[in-house]
């Protein structure tokens, strides 16, 4: 009934499908099966037809197909694969149709091929520089004109942005009187920042997504899948790192194009692409692991997140480096410009002659590439890799983008901000493990927060 009302983004099937178990080999793979049942059953997404009856059946079919290869001598880890592809050619044989972004991709190619043999291609076509001649306008030279103020420029980024430093300044200080050597403590903010690196990563990747109105949701099983192949491949070594670094960032950016050519050229859903992919990953690290993760980070790469230089982890060094990056790369790139722009309106950016299909694609690689580097952190940290390692990390990695300040259907948002909600988040965490309070308590008070602070930035024209 969620899906057929339309409301699958961030509805209750995906919440409590996912931590509806503590088993990660449980709730992920209830959270794809059951989004795959009503699709399969003939659920349409976006809502308007579908119902009970149809996901009945739908979970019937899956639970044939998983049964077929049980009696097939399959290994049950091929499950969460064969049901992500189910999945995929499901929603992909009920939106074919003339008028699909399929079709019009294969009307397209087909056009561009004739052109090209018929050598009337752009590029084919010779005659020096063919853009439009632009006018020189005269600026006069009596007339000065004042340079706007901070807040005129930077005026609704700061209005969304500043609220998450505010409540991260009440939570120190609270932190600070209950229970003391926070404030003046630097091994405190060590702490903070070294724990924070993780989302903040992350926070550049899906954050990029959310600015174009998409969400990434393979990112547990990206994070997992690229922690256990490197372990798997460095074996505590250093010297494999050479090789190991470059060979599961290349996969991140397989994952990716997946991800990205899933949504451009075959016009899918965000969710349901990055939902399959997710459950494919999760499938191929138990493929590649045996169920039993193998191998221990590197010596190098645990003491990048542990050890200390002039008292400093040196992932700290690395972290300003990022965040440098990460605000130039989103507020100052023509990259950045074009997503922005894109969620703002993605037809409007399509007359405005913006390449939003190579940007999508750039937008999910870079979403892959940034979990891929978290897998890789993790692993260092805690010295090996495990099944569900990333598992923890989907639901915050979009809290901290919208309690930045940043829109959940996107155009709206700012790095700063968003590094804001991780430092936020962190420290409310680092608050209540210090606490006596059950864990039960210290999620309630944690979901609180966050949902106090989407409500608090909910923008007013989605209340009219």
Known sequence: YVVAGGFYGLGGVFISAQTGSGDPLVGNPLLLSIFAAVVVGGTRLGGG??????????????????NILLVLNVSAYYSTIAEGLILLLAVLAGSISRGSTLAHQIRGAWTRFGAWRAGTLPSQIGGGDRRLAMTDVARPESRTQAMPSLWSRHGETLRFALPAY??????????????????????YWNSIVVLSSFLAILALGQGTVILTGGLDLSVPWTIGFCGILLAGMVQGSDAALVYALPVVLLVAVGIGLVNGLGIVWLGLSPIVVTLATNGMLQGAALIYSGGTPAGFSSPLLRWFMTAKVLGITPVVYFMVVFVIFSVIFLSRTSFGRRVYGIGNGLRVAQLSGIAVGRTLVGVYVLSAVCAALVGILLTGFSGQASLGMGDDYLLPS???????????????????????????????????????????????????????????????????
């Open 166 to 187: 505010a409540a991260l300044v009440l939570v120190i200080i609270v932190t600070q009187v209950w229970l003391g050597n926070a404030i003046l403590n630097w091994t």
């Open 398 to 464: 979009i809290a901290v983008v919208v309690v930045g300040g940043a829109l959940i259907t996107g155009g709206r948002g700012h790095y700063l901000g968003m590094l804001g909600g991780v430092l936020l988040l962190t420290a409310l965490q680092t608050l209540l493990a210090g606490t006596t309070l059950p864990y039960a308590t210290r999620a309630i008070i944690y979901g609180v927060v966050v949902l106090g602070a989407v409500i608090a930035l909910r923008d007013r024209r989605e209340l009219s």
């Open 49 to 66: 037809r579908g119902g009970p009856i149809g996901s009945i059946f739908g979970a019937y079919i899956l639970m044939i197909v998983v």
